[in-house]
């Protein structure tokens, strides 16, 4: 049995799918979602929808059973993850799970991501479980950025504060069929992978990416971390949100997203999604 938590979620989603897609009978699948009507195409194939949250060790509990393999999805409650997190590997060691499979974020041990600390966390939970395991170190999604795509098409102009650093962005599909793969394979071998893009790009390269798709002149207008948050709050963002938002993108400038690495690539047997590619489908609508 191959369990999925957050299977209701984007990524989720495409790993249960991209599991019955790679031949896996619905039957051996298992989607844990909070909320089961928000899962009710998976249920129609033949998947089993299982009702869980990260916060009920007694939900995961019964959720898990029989589970063979399991990815856990990182939940989305900052502050709240690791112990979260805990009470699924707790779970998993209970039910007996041979192998969980983990969406980490890149370096995590040797990053200024705001993001890292509690996937460091969750990482040292994992290995102090003594469960066999992957933890997928996934790189920033290409998604992350349709919003600047659209906007950059309207006004010219991407906005930030992450200087030259590169970006090495896949989409949530290739991540998701990295995770597939390692969860379909015959013997998956336990570590720590750094999954990324094949072709890192800065959000100049970003800006240039939506000039050659629109015909029209797209610049990068790159801020200092104090001008980023004025304009962010001119945007109508929260402080807090604005002051996250701006952290990430100076962690982008000093080289947190740019691994080297082009694990995902071998690992899902193509190249990844590349940006220009991601750009044009966004703009396509």
């Not at 089993?48 to 409650?77: C, F, I, K, N």
């Amino acid at each position: 049995m191959i369990t999925v938590t957050g299977a209701s979620g984007h990524l989720g989603r495409l790993v249960v799918t991209g599991l019955l897609d790679a031949g896996v009978p619905a039957g051996e699948v298992v989607a844990v979602v909070r909320t089961p009507g928000k899962a009710s195409d998976l249920a129609a194939r033949g998947v089993q929808v299982r009702q869980a949250e990260y916060g009920d060790p007694a939900s995961l509990q019964t959720a898990l059973e029989g589970t063979h393999r399991l990815l856990l999805v990182s939940g989305s409650e900052v502050g709240q993850r690791v112990v979260q997190h805990g009470n699924v590997l707790d779970a998993a060691r209970a039910a007996g799970v041979g192998l969980v499979v983990y969406t980490s974020a890149p370096k995590v041990d040797d990053t200024p991501l705001p993001l890292a600390p509690e996937h460091a966390a969750t990482e040292r939970l994992i290995a102090e479980a003594g469960l066999p395991a992957v933890v997928l170190r996934n790189n920033w999604y290409l998604e992350n950025y349709d919003q600047p795509i659209t906007t950059a098409a309207a006004t010219g102009e991407v906005v930030g504060s992450s200087g030259a650093g590169r970006i090495a962005a896949a989409t949530r599909a290739d991540f998701a069929a990295g995770a597939v793969a390692v969860l379909t394979a015959a013997e998956p071998e336990p570590g720590i992978v750094e999954l990324g893009g094949d072709q890192p790009f800065t959000l100049a390269d970003l800006a240039a990416a939506v000039a050659a798709e629109t015909g029209r002149e797209v610049t990068y207008r790159d801020l200092s971390a104090e001008e980023h948050v004025q304009f962010l709050l001119g945007q109508g963002l929260p402080q807090e949100t604005a002051e996250f938002v701006v952290g990430l993108d100076q962690s982008i400038a000093q080289g947190a997203l740019e691994t080297g690495s082009t694990a995902l690539s071998a690992l899902i047997g193509r190249p990844t999604t590349p940006l220009a590619e991601h750009v044009r489908s966004v703009l396509a609508g």
